[in-house]
């Protein structure tokens, strides 16, 4: 009898240690850090096939970096810029971003134009040559921008001449959605994918909770911290990327596709939730460029993605979808918010 429960015992303590190492194992942590698509990059995954996982994602990253860099002559959309107006056979990634990228267009009634990389570059955000365009420069500049000067048929994309295609406002998004994809396809349950500050995660925390996401502040500091499932989120800001003209004024890299010059809507913080990367990297953009009562219309029509502003005022306005879920922090307390219902 003493043997038996000797066996016994045995087989309790090997199942509980068993069960013991396979919950360690579920919550073990495993990260990556890179650079790509011209910013740092973290990768964080959970589970005895993290590793692996992650190995994945990254290279899958690195591919969508080879072919969407503006600024590789050898990437599909550098080959693009390139071609003087003649037709180039890109991969399928570029094809179905591009396509996604003027649909986005219509959308937003061209507050997201893929097409803005000459004024961009006039502006010298492609280089460290700032300066502040004329407005002549820009307008002719703008001649050669427009959703009608991207032509696609399959998988062959041609420009009208002197045009150029940049999908970075949403490439991020596309590669983020493809680098949780692969690590989902690995077995793992639970990651999270920083690419520059466009955060998007899978699944839940290995707890079982909600993740926990800072938006970013212009000021370096947080707006607030919102509890997500599964989703991206991703703010627009012009704090990203600026300079102080010979004038005093702050320029940025966000450009009013009406004028070539920096958006100036009111918005200073543009932040874009939902269940999509590339969808979440793009509005965020758009959001930035339309203003607080554009996107508040744009958002009772389509009912997504959620979006929290930060206006130049220092007012919040968040989306009934999100209200819930978002915690201003200490700074923003005191703010005024307005809470867009459908």
Request: neutral net charge.
């Given at each position: ?320 979808d999100l209200a819930a879920r978002f915690e201003a922090d200490p700074a ?11």
């Open positions: 009898m003493k043997k038996v429960l000797s066996f016994a015992a045995v087989a309790l303590l090997a199942l509980g240690g068993w069960y013991g190492w396979n919950q360690f194992a579920k919550t073990r942590k495993h990260s990556v850090s890179f650079y790509a698509m011209d910013t740092p990059v973290t990768l964080t995954a959970y589970g005895s096939r993290a590793e692996e996982a992650l190995d994945r994602a990254r290279s899958r990253i690195k591919q969508i970096e080879s072919e969407l860099s503006v600024t590789d002559p050898r990437s599909d959309v550098g080959r693009l810029n390139a071609a003087g107006g003649a037709p180039v056979e890109v991969g399928e990634d570029t094809a179905a971003l591009t396509a996604f990228a003027l649909r986005v267009n219509a959308l937003t009634d061209g507050a997201f134009d893929p097409t803005l990389y000459p004024a961009l570059r006039a502006w010298g955000f492609t280089t460290e040559e700032r300066r502040v365009p004329e407005a002549a420069e820009l307008a002719e500049l703008l001649k050669l921008a427009g959703a009608d000067r991207v032509r696609l048929f399959g998988r062959t994309l041609r420009l009208d001449e002197g045009s150029m295609l940049d999908l970075g406002a949403v490439g991020k998004g596309f590669a983020g959605d493809e680098a949780l994809a692969a690590m989902a396809a690995a077995g793992v349950e639970s990651a999270l994918v920083n690419l520059g500050g466009n955060v998007q995660t899978l699944g839940l925390r290995p707890d079982g909770q909600r993740w926990r996401i800072g938006v970013k502040s212009p000021d370096g500091g947080l707006i607030g911290v919102l509890r997500v499932e599964a989703e991206a989120v991703v703010t627009s800001g012009g704090y990203e990327r600026f300079f102080t003209g010979p004038d005093g004024r702050i320029y940025w890299h966000i450009l009013d596709p009406r004028t070539g010059a920096p958006a100036r809507s009111g918005v200073i913080s543009a932040t874009a939730v939902g269940p999509e990367g590339k969808v979440c990297d793009a509005m965020s953009t758009a959001f930035f460029v339309m203003g607080a009562e554009k996107t508040a219309a744009f958002w009772k029509e389509h009912g997504s993605p959620g979006f929290v502003l930060l206006t130049e005022n220092g007012e919040l306005w968040i989306s009934e923003y307390a005191g703010a005024k918010v307005t809470v867009v219902r459908r």
